[in-house]
């Protein structure tokens, strides 16, 4: 985002510096209130997909050059409603002695490591190569296969209830071996 907003739209470091940092401590902070929407209000599914999508809209003003604060502001809503709800979904799947759910979750810390280790990578290599646009086409399209991952495999998730945060969404179904039927 520094080098996009020094190289491709001529603001200082110092400007580039302080929204970067700015975008980062909100996005850091709008998980609380995503959470708490997604729980009481909007559902798990929802903030899932209007998160993705929010960030995926973002990214792709970005790409065609729209106004930074609103594709920034975009990606940060986004977040707020993706980041919280992908665990707490995962988590809705097993009861809470399956064996299944801590492998589960290392699976997928795993997997957000390795995306945390290669988008860099990717989108580094990209703006140095291409320009930095095409970073952020880069992380349009990887929203937008977690979007269809997410959707083909909605069908397996338990039903939402927004309202009922204090209470488990789903126990998962036992099978004859006393273990977690959903995968």
């Given at each position: ?96 002695n399956d064996p299944d759910r801590q492998r589960s979750f290392s ?48 069908h397996l998730l338990p039903p939402d209830r927004p309202g009922a ?19």
């Open positions: 985002l520094v080098y996009y907003l020094t190289q491709d739209l001529g603001y200082s470091i110092k400007d580039a510096s302080l929204i970067y940092g700015t975008f980062l401590g909100v996005a850091y902070v709008t998980p609380i209130l995503g959470g708490w929407l997604a729980d009481r209000f909007i559902g798990r599914s929802a903030a899932i997909i209007g998160g993705a999508l929010l960030k995926m809209a973002g990214y792709i003003g970005l790409l065609f050059g729209a106004n930074v604060t609103v594709c920034l502001a975009a990606i940060v809503i986004g977040n707020g409603l993706f980041l919280p709800t992908l665990p707490a979904t995962l988590g809705a799947l097993f009861s809470p699976f997928y810390y795993l997997a957000v490591s390795a995306g945390a280790l290669l988008a860099p990578l990717i989108c580094g290599t990209l703006g140095e190569t291409f320009g930095w646009r095409y970073s952020f086409l880069a992380s349009a399209i990887g929203l937008a296969a977690a979007i269809v991952i997410f959707l083909a495999g909605r945060a204090s209470q488990p969404i789903h126990e998962a179904p036992i099978g004859a071996t006393g273990r977690s039927v959903i995968p």
